[in-house]
């Protein structure tokens, strides 16, 4: 499904004040896997993901994601490729602070022009999936931050995408709230076999995973599939 090879990523090329961030990965993930990417900050993390969503192209290198070359496509190819099969999860919520958490989540489907009934019955489904069906009509300052969190989620599965990327989704949380939001994410992939690729520092949230990548100053330094988890690696139903 994602395939990655020999992929650099530069900022300021050609400049004094070069950087590399990223070092000759090399990554493939299966369907229906659930991977966490930890490491330091300032280990890449971030900048991985941007490539793997499709908001930065690699310097040198390829990504495939589906048998598409991203690295080839225009611009407009690429928010194609994001609006249509990845969905995001972030440490800040992001949700739009004067609409309610139903209409947050029906956004995706508008601008994919999903009629308004359908639109509303799959928003409505989605916040019950992530345990929100009593606070549909709710403004997001009127919610705690775990249960941001979870419209957020429910979000990002409105265009029924391939790929969930969750950067770092629990970063804003408390331990307790962490945990209920880290629950939410194994119930999808237990029960919809979606990919996930999560980018945590934390290793308690990474031993959750049925695999771990480790990034280090650019480069994988480990990667390890988590036997104390279930591999559920497999065809979404």
Same mark, same amino acid.
């Given at each position: 499904m994602i395939e990655i090879s020999n %992929?650099?990523? #530069?900022?300021?090329?050609?400049? !004094?004040? &070069?950087?590399?961030?990223?070092?000759?990965i090399s990554l $493939?993930?299966?369907?229906?896997?659930?991977? $966490?990417?930890v490491g330091a900050s300032g280990?890449?993390? +971030?900048?991985?993901?941007?490539?793997?969503?499709? %908001?930065?192209r690699p310097t040198s290198g390829t990504y495939v994601l589906d048998g598409i070359p991203i690295q080839e496509m225009t611009e407009n190819e690429l928010s194609e490729v994001r609006n249509k099969k990845?969905?995001?999860?972030f440490q800040t919520?992001?949700?739009?602070?004067?609409?309610?958490?139903?209409?947050?989540?029906?956004? !995706? %489907?508008?601008?994919?022009?999903?009629? #308004?009934?359908?639109?509303?019955?799959?928003?409505?489904e989605l916040l019950e999936l992530v345990g929100m069906g009593d606070r549909m009509?709710? =403004? !997001?300052?009127? %919610? +705690?931050?775990?249960?941001?969190?979870?419209?957020?989620?429910?979000r990002a599965l409105a265009n029924d995408p391939a790929i969930i990327l969750a950067d770092e989704p629990?970063?804003?949380?408390?331990?307790?709230?962490? *945990?209920?939001? =880290?629950?939410?994410?194994?119930?999808?992939?237990? &029960?919809?076999?979606r990919t996930i690729v999560l980018i945590t520092h934390n290793p308690e949230l990474a031993e959750q995973t049925e695999r771990i990548v480790t990034l280090s100053d650019g480069r994988i330094i480990g990667d390890r599939l988590n036997? $104390?988890? *279930?591999? &559920?690696?497999?065809?979404r139903a």
């Open positions: %992929l650099i990523k #530069k900022y300021y090329v050609g400049m !004094p004040n &070069e950087l590399t961030i990223l070092k000759d $493939s993930i299966q369907e229906g896997q659930f991977i $966490s990417v280990s890449g993390k +971030s900048t991985l993901m941007n490539i793997i969503g499709a %908001l930065d990845i969905g995001f999860v919520f992001n949700l739009i602070p004067r609409t309610t958490a139903l209409n947050n989540v029906e956004l !995706p %489907l508008f601008y994919m022009g999903v009629g #308004k009934s359908e639109r509303r019955k799959k928003a409505e009509t709710h =403004m !997001p300052n009127e %919610l +705690s931050g775990g249960q941001k969190q979870r419209v957020a989620i429910a629990t970063g804003a949380l408390d331990s307790q709230t962490g *945990k209920l939001v =880290m629950d939410i994410f194994l119930k999808i992939h237990r &029960e919809e076999h036997h $104390s988890q *279930k591999t &559920e690696v497999g065809v």
